[in-house]
C-alpha cells in the first residue's frame, strides 16, 4: 500500500477508537490518560521499513486522534508514545518501542524474540528502572488497516436455545493438523475447521456449538521459544480485535469469517474462548508491546504504593484494569466487534472471575457483568464464564449473574469421582445430576446455567483420565511441576496404553459411564473434541505448550473401532437427550411437583425401588442409585418419564423399578453400547458394574 504523498495528518475524531477508513482516508485514534505525545508510525507493506512518523494532532478526552487524507486499507502501521519512564509510579513510556495498537484488525505478524522489545535495560542492577534507548521496530509486527466488509449473504445464526445445547470444545489448529484428506497448507486453519467433513462429523455427534478456544492473536512466550517449543493453547493475548496470523493464511480475517458462515449454514453455531483478564505482556519484566507502553497505568492494575508490581489475581503475570472506563469501553467494543463483523454466538471468558473483580473484589454486579447484560447486542448471545481465578476468594462457582452459564467443575470432579468407585459419592453425584440447583437455583437462574463436563482442555482427556493415575508432563521441560496434582482419574490395573483385554474393557466401561452421565444430566453439556473416539495426551494434563501430535486430534483413531463405535454411541446420547424433554429440564420447578399420577417432577431411588431416605444417602459405601424425572412433553396429553440406573460398583446390581409400573423400554445400556432399544420385561433390571441405564415411558399426565 502506497503511503499518501500528503503525509500530514488533520485532526480528525476521537471515536471511533483504532484505524477507521472511510474511502478517502484513514482515521486513527488511540487511548493514553498518561502520554505527553503520540507518533503514528507507517511502514512499507512488509512492515519492514520505517517510512515516516506523525504525530497524532489532537488529544480529546484523552483519546489521540488524527486523519490521513489519501490513505486506504492496507496501510502498515504502529505507534510510538511519549511520556515518563518511571516505573516506580507505574509509568513505562518508551518511545523507542514500536506499539501495536491495541484496536488492531489484521497483524503482520508475530513478534520476533529480542532483547530489543523489552523497555528496561536487561542488565541493568534494578531490572526494570533503567530504560532501553534501542528501536523495537523490526522486532515487532504492524496492524493493518482493513475493510471489515465481508459478504455474509443470507446468513443467519442458528440460535439454538440453551435447553438444545451441545457444546464441543476445540482448538482450531489441533483440530485438522492431522487430518489426512486434507491438503497440507489447509491442515490447522480456520478454512479447515468448515470442511464438510468435519462438520459431518459434528452432525454425527450431535454437536450444536463450536467452543473456539482462544483465535485472537496471542504471543509466543519467550521461555518456552526459548525450549523449542510453542504456546499452544493461547491464552497468552496480543490482540483483542485481530484473529491469529496462523490460523488465516489464505484470506486474512475473511477467511474465519467464512468459516463462521458455512458453520452457521450446517447449523452449528460458534462460541470463542476470550481472555481479557490479562495480557501477554506479563510482569513489570515482560516485553513492551502495546498496553503496556501506551498507558501502563490505566490499563493495568498496579498495586497501591507499589505502582511498579502489577497485582497478579490471573496467575499470569498481570491484570487488566477492566475498573477503568477506557479498559473496559475497549473490551466491550472487542466483543461487539466479534459479535457483529464475525457473527459469534456467544463468549466464553477465561478467569471470569478476574473480570468481575471491583475494589472490594468479586462482585456478580460489577460494571463488566452490567456492560454486558445491559447491551442490546451482547446480551443475547451465549456468555459462559470461567467461575475461579487465583486472586482472594477467586473460586465463585454459582455467583455469577443471570445470563451467564458457568463451568462446572464440581460437575467433573463428582462424576470422575463416583465412576472410579469413591465411596461417599451418591449424594454428590446426584446434586450435579439433577442441575446442580444447591450452586444455581437463584436469582430465576435455568438449569442451563451449569455446563456439565467430565474432560476439557485443561487437564486430562476422558480417556486419560481411564488410563493414567497420575501426569505424564516430562514433554513440557518444567520437572513434572505442571498441571492439576489431583485428577480423579485411574488407570484400572496399568499405566498408559496397553495392560491386556480386561484393563480395556474397565476402561469402556468407564469412559461409557461418564460420557452417558455428562450427556443424560440437567444441564448443558460440554464434549471435549476427541473425546468421542479416545483421544489420548499420552498422560499430558498440561498440554498447554504442545503444538504437537500430543495436542493434535488422531483422525486414525475415529476411523476404526473402538473410536468409530464411541463415536456412534455419543451420537445415541446426543439423540436420547434430544428425543425425551425429561433429560433437558428447563428450569428449577420444585421437584415435588406431581407431573403424572404417583410420578413427580424429580425422584432419587435406592436399588430396592424404595425412595432414598437420610440414612440410605449418607451411606458411605453405597455405589448405586436411580434417578427418575418427568415433564410434560410438546403433546401437552402425555408425560414424558426417564429413569436413570447407575451402578459404579464392583459387581452387577439388581434394581427393583419404583412404582407406579410403566410400559418401560430399556433406551440404552453403556455395558452394551450396540444394544437396540428394547421393552422392559418385569419389575427389576440387573445393571452391569461400572455401568448405566436409562429407562423411557411415556403416560398420562395429571389434568387440572
Known amino acids: 500500500?502506497?503511503?499518501?504523498?500528503?503525509?500530514?495528518?488533520?485532526?480528525?475524531?476521537?471515536?471511533?477508537?483504532?484505524?477507521?477508513?472511510?474511502?478517502?482516508?484513514?482515521?486513527?485514534?488511540?487511548?493514553?490518560?498518561?502520554?505527553?505525545?503520540?507518533?503514528?508510525?507507517?511502514?512499507?507493506?512488509?512492515?519492514?521499513?520505517?517510512?515516516?512518523?506523525?504525530?497524532?494532532?489532537?488529544?480529546?478526552?484523552?483519546?489521540?486522534h488524527g486523519y490521513l487524507p489519501d490513505a486506504q486499507p492496507?496501510?502498515?502501521?504502529?505507534?510510538?508514545?511519549?511520556?515518563?519512564?518511571?516505573?516506580?509510579?507505574?509509568?513505562?513510556?518508551?518511545?523507542?518501542?514500536?506499539?501495536?495498537?491495541?484496536?488492531?484488525?489484521?497483524?503482520?505478524?508475530?513478534?520476533?524474540w529480542s532483547d530489543v522489545l523489552f523497555g528496561y535495560r536487561m542488565q541493568h542492577a534494578k531490572a526494570d528502572l533503567s530504560m532501553d534507548r534501542r528501536d523495537s521496530a523490526l522486532a515487532m509486527p504492524k496492524a493493518i488497516v482493513i475493510d471489515d466488509y465481508f459478504d455474509w449473504g443470507r446468513n443467519v445464526p442458528p440460535g439454538t436455545p440453551w435447553r438444545d445445547t451441545v457444546l464441543?470444545?476445540?482448538?482450531?489448529?489441533?483440530?485438522?493438523?492431522?487430518?489426512?484428506?486434507?491438503?497440507?497448507?489447509?491442515?490447522?486453519?480456520?478454512?479447515?475447521?468448515?470442511?464438510?467433513?468435519?462438520?459431518?462429523?459434528?452432525?454425527?455427534?450431535?454437536?450444536?456449538?463450536?467452543?473456539?478456544?482462544?483465535?485472537?492473536?496471542?504471543?509466543?512466550?519467550?521461555?518456552?521459544?526459548?525450549?523449542?517449543?510453542?504456546?499452544?493453547?493461547?491464552?497468552?493475548?496480543l490482540s483483542f480485535f485481530a484473529p491469529e496470523p496462523a490460523y488465516v493464511p489464505q484470506g486474512g480475517p475473511n477467511e474465519l469469517k467464512q468459516a463462521v458462515r458455512r458453520l452457521h449454514a450446517a447449523g452449528i453455531e460458534v462460541i470463542l474462548d476470550v481472555v481479557y483478564n490479562h495480557t501477554c505482556e506479563g510482569n513489570e519484566l515482560g516485553p513492551t508491546l502495546s498496553?503496556?507502553?501506551?498507558?501502563?497505568?490505566?490499563?493495568?492494575?498496579?498495586?497501591?504504593?507499589?505502582?511498579r508490581h502489577y497485582i497478579n489475581d490471573t496467575g499470569c503475570g498481570n491484570t487488566v484494569n477492566i475498573s477503568h472506563p477506557r479498559v473496559l469501553q475497549m473490551v466491550m467494543d472487542s466483543l461487539r466487534y466479534w459479535a457483529s463483523?464475525?457473527?459469534?454466538?456467544?463468549?466464553?471468558?477465561?478467569?471470569?472471575v478476574t473480570l468481575g473483580r471491583e475494589g472490594t473484589g468479586f462482585d456478580p454486579g460489577s460494571g463488566f457483568f452490567d456492560a454486558i447484560l445491559q447491551d442490546p447486542e451482547l446480551a443475547r448471545l451465549k456468555?459462559?464464564?470461567?467461575?475461579?481465578?487465583?486472586?482472594?476468594?477467586?473460586?465463585?462457582?454459582?455467583?455469577?449473574?443471570?445470563?451467564?452459564?458457568?463451568?462446572?467443575?464440581?460437575?467433573?470432579?463428582?462424576?470422575?469421582?463416583?465412576?472410579?468407585?469413591?465411596?461417599?459419592?451418591?449424594?454428590?453425584?446426584?446434586?450435579?445430576?439433577?442441575?446442580?440447583?444447591?450452586?444455581?437455583?437463584?436469582?430465576?437462574?435455568?438449569?442451563?446455567?451449569?455446563?456439565?463436563?467430565?474432560?476439557?482442555?485443561?487437564?486430562?482427556?476422558?480417556?486419560?483420565v481411564v488410563a493414567y493415575s497420575g501426569s505424564h508432563n516430562e514433554a513440557n521441560g518444567e520437572d513434572g511441576n505442571d498441571g492439576h496434582g489431583e485428577n480423579f482419574s485411574a488407570n484400572w490395573g496399568n499405566e498408559g496404553p496397553g495392560g491386556g483385554q480386561d484393563v480395556e474393557t474397565l476402561r469402556a466401561l468407564a469412559q461409557h459411564a461418564m460420557l452417558a452421565t455428562v450427556l443424560l444430566a440437567d444441564g448443558t453439556p460440554m464434549l471435549l473434541a476427541g473425546d468421542e473416539f479416545g483421544n489420548s495426551q499420552e498422560g499430558n494434563n498440561n498440554a498447554y505448550c504442545q503444538d504437537t501430535p500430543i495436542s493434535w486430534l488422531d483422525w486414525s483413531q475415529a476411523?476404526?473401532?473402538?473410536?468409530?463405535?464411541?463415536?456412534?454411541?455419543?451420537?445415541?446420547?446426543?439423540?436420547?437427550?434430544?428425543?425425551?424433554?425429561?433429560?433437558?429440564?428447563?428450569?428449577?420447578?420444585?421437584?415435588?411437583?406431581?407431573?403424572?399420577?404417583?410420578?413427580?417432577?424429580?425422584?432419587w431411588f435406592a436399588e430396592n425401588g424404595q425412595p432414598m431416605d437420610t440414612a440410605t444417602w449418607e451411606d458411605a459405601g453405597r455405589h448405586c442409585l436411580a434417578m427418575r424425572r418427568a415433564s410434560t412433553s410438546d403433546d401437552a396429553d402425555e408425560v414424558d418419564v426417564t429413569l436413570m440406573l447407575l451402578n459404579a460398583g464392583d459387581a452387577p446390581a439388581v434394581f427393583t423399578l419404583a412404582p407406579p409400573a410403566l410400559a418401560w423400554t430399556l433406551e440404552l445400556d453403556s455395558s452394551a453400547t450396540q444394544r437396540p432399544p428394547q421393552p422392559v420385561d418385569g419389575d427389576t433390571l440387573e445393571i452391569a458394574a461400572h455401568s448405566l441405564a436409562l429407562l423411557a415411558a411415556r403416560t398420562a399426565g395429571n389434568r387440572s
Open 1 to 64: 500500500m502506497a503511503i499518501p504523498a500528503q503525509r500530514r495528518l488533520t485532526s480528525g475524531s476521537p471515536y471511533p477508537l483504532g484505524a477507521a477508513s472511510d474511502g478517502l482516508g484513514v482515521n486513527f485514534a488511540v487511548f493514553s490518560a498518561n502520554a505527553t505525545r503520540i507518533e503514528l508510525c507507517l511502514f512499507d507493506d512488509r512492515g519492514r521499513k520505517e517510512l515516516c512518523r506523525l504525530t497524532l494532532p489532537e488529544c480529546t478526552d484523552e483519546v489521540w
Open 74 to 112: 492496507g496501510l502498515v502501521y504502529g505507534y510510538r508514545a511519549h511520556g515518563p519512564y518511571d516505573p516506580r509510579n507505574g509509568h513505562r513510556f518508551n518511545p523507542h518501542k514500536l506499539l501495536l495498537d491495541p484496536y488492531a484488525r489484521r497483524l503482520t505478524g508475530a513478534p520476533r
Open 168 to 237: 464441543y470444545e476445540v482448538h482450531l489448529r489441533g483440530a485438522t493438523m492431522q487430518r489426512d484428506d486434507l491438503r497440507p497448507p489447509l491442515r490447522g486453519t480456520a478454512s479447515a475447521l468448515a470442511d464438510p467433513r468435519f462438520i459431518d462429523h459434528l452432525h454425527r455427534v450431535g454437536v450444536t456449538a463450536v467452543e473456539l478456544m482462544p483465535v485472537h492473536a496471542f504471543l509466543q512466550d519467550r521461555f518456552l521459544v526459548e525450549r523449542g517449543l510453542r504456546n499452544y493453547w493461547g491464552y497468552s493475548t
Open 291 to 307: 498496553w503496556r507502553g501506551l498507558d501502563n497505568a490505566s490499563y493495568y492494575r498496579l498495586i497501591p504504593g507499589d505502582e
Open 341 to 352: 463483523a464475525y457473527q459469534v454466538d456467544g463468549f466464553r471468558f477465561d478467569l471470569g
Open 383 to 464: 456468555l459462559i464464564s470461567e467461575p475461579w481465578d487465583v486472586g482472594p476468594d477467586g473460586y465463585q462457582l454459582g455467583q455469577h449473574p443471570p445470563g451467564f452459564a458457568e463451568w462446572n467443575d464440581r460437575f467433573r470432579d463428582g462424576v470422575r469421582r463416583y465412576w472410579r468407585g469413591d465411596d461417599g459419592m451418591v449424594g454428590e453425584l446426584a446434586a450435579r445430576l439433577a442441575g446442580s440447583r444447591d450452586l444455581f437455583d437463584r436469582r430465576h437462574r435455568r438449569p442451563w446455567a451449569t455446563i456439565n463436563y467430565a474432560a476439557s482442555h485443561d487437564g486430562f482427556t476422558l480417556r486419560d
Open 559 to 603: 476411523a476404526d473401532d473402538p473410536g468409530a463405535a464411541l463415536t456412534h454411541y455419543v451420537g445415541r446420547l446426543t439423540s436420547l437427550r434430544k428425543a425425551h424433554c425429561s433429560l433437558r429440564t428447563a428450569r428449577y420447578d420444585d421437584v415435588d411437583n406431581e407431573i403424572a399420577p404417583g410420578i413427580a417432577a424429580l425422584s
